[in-house]
């Protein structure tokens, strides 16, 4: 239900108990093709720090890192210091960013496969672009439209897998966008340990294969449903209703049907949802839009996932060395989300994202301890310090894989009500790459500045956004996505901000 008056009609019929339907094959299908869009994103994360650890790519493209590579007196946290590259990883996201906010109105007016599709086929485009590369300006020009893919993917996915699912097992299917992403970077850490035995042409095999998820997700986008909310919002409720009965195995849809109806009235009743999203009573799905993409960044994962190898080689450890620990934690994080998928529905949001907070933050510290004490300049860690290192590395990456990781996109894309669901899920999207942009831009630079100290710089982060869940976000699990508003205004600091006397009286107005 939306805020205001028609919020209070939920309120009064909360008619989730008599939703009705199982989990049917028809779901589970177009649930998993939907989320290899997922598996875009992860392989780009794995592919890049690959990519740029490898000397041929370096020699071609980014000559004064290679050269700063070879020098074994060069310190260790700043060989990789090149704003230049940076920007290689970064400017997919800076890119991203612009096209979710344009992904967000085609999503609420034609529907999600169309920005699916969309996604899929500039991502197929920039991976062509960057596998066949012959300067800086084209090998960047396919990383902008490998951004264009990202941007839209990012904004559709979560929302159809949220419509698509059932309620009392949302939380597992959405996290299937998180999967897809995790198995997305397990893949692209282990085609470039296979790739870079191929030396000179081994970085144009990494980057060109990126094509075939993007293949994948093109063609499951023409050949999936659109959402019953979707079609409903575009006025198509027979067919809406059609699509519902059939993923939810039962003729008996009548009370989600009529709460997707409710909501789509007054979804069409808005005019700018950009507009609608900043007034008060949605000021509780807005902070969450942004906070939790925000602090999803901010543990630190992407540096570890983007840079492994190259962080890994700066840790001393040998080029092939390197490339096989990344694959390590890439496999640890597709694990570890397995977990989160099997207990989410059961232990709820709250539990895993606090629970996971503070497991990475105790392995920061120790990984900032153990760099601060036996690593110096020029110098490899021991052996046995090394495999603590990657132990403790994966035990980081495995509290991310079941915590923050999938429910950093489970959670906004499950609390907006139907007229700021795509305004919302484009803002959650922007944020995420906003932030990925900056800390890709940054790492290396603040690496180099920090040294050890970069870890204990994230975990100061992740011990504000496990004290943030605590005080300020409710359990959302098993709560109807129409009926969602309901935990805001029993939230003892929500309430507070969202239902006051002005605020009721401008929503029934707008009815």
Known sequence: MAGGGLAAVGVAKERAEQYEGKVTLYVIIACVVAATGGSLFGYDIGISGGVTSMDEFLERFFYGVYIKKQHAHENNY???????????????????????????????????????ICGGSSFFIGAILNASAVNLAMLLLGRIMLGVGIGFGNQAVPLYLSEMAPTHLRGALNMMFQLATTLGIFTANMINYGTSKLHRWGWRLSLGLAAAPA????????????TPNSLIEQGKKEQGKQVLERIRG?????AEFEDMVEASEMANSIKHPFRNILERRNRPQLVMAICMPMFQILTGINSILFYAPVLFQALGFKRNASLYSSALTGAVLASSTLVSMAIVDRWGRRVLLIGGGIQMVVCQVIVAMILGLKFDNGEELAESYSVILVVVIC????????SWGPLGWTVPSEIFPLETRSAGQSITVAVNLLFTFIIAQIFL?????FKFGIFLFFAGWVTLMTIFVYMFLP?????????MVLLWRKHWFWKKIISTKSDQSNGEAKL
């Open 395 to 402: 035990l980081f990456v495995a509290a991310f894989g079941w």
């Open 250 to 254: 039962t003729k008996n849809v009548d």
């Open 445 to 449: 630079s603040l690496l180099c500045a």
């Open 78 to 116: 700043c060989k990789y210091n090149n704003q230049g590259l940076a920007a290689f990883t970064s400017s997919l996201y800076l890119t991203g960013l612009v096209a979710t906010l344009v992904a967000s109105p085609i999503t609420r007016t034609y529907g999600r496969r169309i920005s699916i």
């Open 215 to 226: 293949i994948l997700m093109t063609v499951g986008g023409l050949l999936l449903p659109e």
């Open 475 to 483: 359990e959302t699990k098993g709560v109807p996505i129409e009926e």
